[in-house]
């Protein structure tokens, strides 16, 4: 389920997430929904284009970490590619 920043409290959250397109970061919410996840979607920055660099904003999706794996397993079976460190 959704939730606001205040409900993860001083808990340092993992990212699971980068949705480019409102219509992506919709479908991610309806699959961490139904699979009954608490997440926090964040609008940030993020950096596009190899050439030519284009600044965006994005849907971030933050898990707590004792979710991590599961999130990761529901977004890969969904067809999600879940973030990696670069």
């Given at each position: 389920?959704?939730?606001?920043?205040?409900?993860?409290?001083?808990q340092a959250?993992?990212?699971?997430?980068?949705?480019?397109r409102?219509?992506?970061?919709l479908?991610?919410?309806?699959?961490l929904?139904a699979a009954?996840?608490?997440?926090?979607v964040d609008?940030a920055?993020?950096?596009?284009?190899i050439l030519f660099?284009a600044?965006r904003?994005?849907?971030?999706?933050y898990v707590?970490?004792?979710?991590?794996?599961?999130s990761?397993?529901?977004?890969?079976e969904h067809?999600?590619?879940?973030y990696?460190?670069?």
């Amino acid at each position: 389920m959704r939730r606001e920043s205040d409900f993860f409290g001083n808990q340092a959250l993992v990212l699971v997430y980068v949705a480019r397109r409102l219509k992506e970061a919709l479908a991610l919410e309806k699959v961490l929904d139904a699979a009954g996840l608490d997440y926090l979607v964040d609008p940030a920055p993020y950096q596009s284009g190899i050439l030519f660099r284009a600044q965006r904003v994005g849907a971030f999706f933050y898990v707590a970490p004792e979710l991590e794996g599961r999130s990761r397993a529901v977004l890969i079976e969904h067809g999600f590619r879940p973030y990696t460190e670069p």
